[in-house]
């Protein structure tokens, strides 16, 4: 009985290890997140903004879409800043009629906060503009067309909009500097618009080993009961 409750003992102290490895697999934005800063791209529906599941430059919006863009420091999509303002279609293009052969788009653009930018820069003054672009243009034509010069990386990641910032693309940020506050938004673990990132293989490896010597502990003691 005392192996047996040795087994137990080391089994539940290694278990408790692996609810640790575990939770912090869960607990997204730990203090030693890394966050990225980028422009984050969303769509309006129904007046509250939706992380897109897409990037600007293969979405094609409809007539009548808002789209919006954010710029700020972010972990991950997950808390990723929205637009400040969440203005509706009517708001932004009432104004500007239907056209044959063409369509509406509302672009928000909110370059963010001092404490987003990079050293040295200051964010723009947000913009909301109408653009009339032709049926089949994407979401990076209506941003063209109202908010030039744009800056793409050589993996066509969107950089920098109406020349903001003048450098750097997604760079990650040291996690001694935390990101901006900002409401929750939606879907992953991930650097701007792209899957998920999967979690680090060390912490993976570790809490599959822990699960490993806790069951073998548990083996043990019940063998030397028997």
């Not at 808390?79 to 009517?90: G, L, M, Q, S, T």
């Not at 370059?111 to 089949?136: I, N, S, W, Y």
């Not at 050589?154 to 900002?182: H, N, V």
């Not at 490896?205 to 019940?222: C, D, I, N, P, R």
Request: with cysteine.
């Amino acid at each position: 009985m005392r192996g047996a409750g040795a087994g137990a003992g080391i089994a539940g102290t290694l278990v408790a290890v692996l609810v640790a490895f575990t939770g912090a697999l869960a607990v997204p934005g730990t203090a030693h997140a890394a966050g990225y800063r980028y422009w984050s791209f969303w769509e309006n529906d129904g007046g509250s903004w939706t992380y897109a599941t897409q990037g600007p430059a293969t979405a094609r919006p409809a007539d009548g879409t808002v789209d919006g863009y954010r710029f700020a420091v972010s972990a991950d999509s997950q808390d990723a800043a929205k637009p400040r303002e969440a203005p509706d279609f009517a708001a932004v293009c009432g104004s500007t009629p239907a056209k044959p052969g063409s369509k509406r788009v509302a672009v928000v653009v909110d370059p963010g906060t001092d404490a987003d930018a990079p050293d040295g820069e200051t964010p723009p003054a947000p913009l909301a503009k109408c653009a009339r672009v032709a049926t089949d243009a994407t979401s990076a034509d209506a941003l063209a067309a109202v908010a030039k010069p744009l800056r793409y990386s050589s993996e066509a990641l969107l950089c920098g909009i109406s020349g903001y910032p003048e450098s750097g693309c997604g760079e990650q940020i040291s996690p001694d500097a935390p990101p901006s506050p900002s409401p929750t938004a939606s879907t992953s673990t991930s650097t701007p618009h792209e899957e998920d990132d999967p979690p680090t293989l060390g912490i993976l490896a570790g809490a599959a080993a822990v699960l490993t010597l806790a069951t073998a502990a548990t083996w043990q003691a019940h063998r030397r009961r028997a």
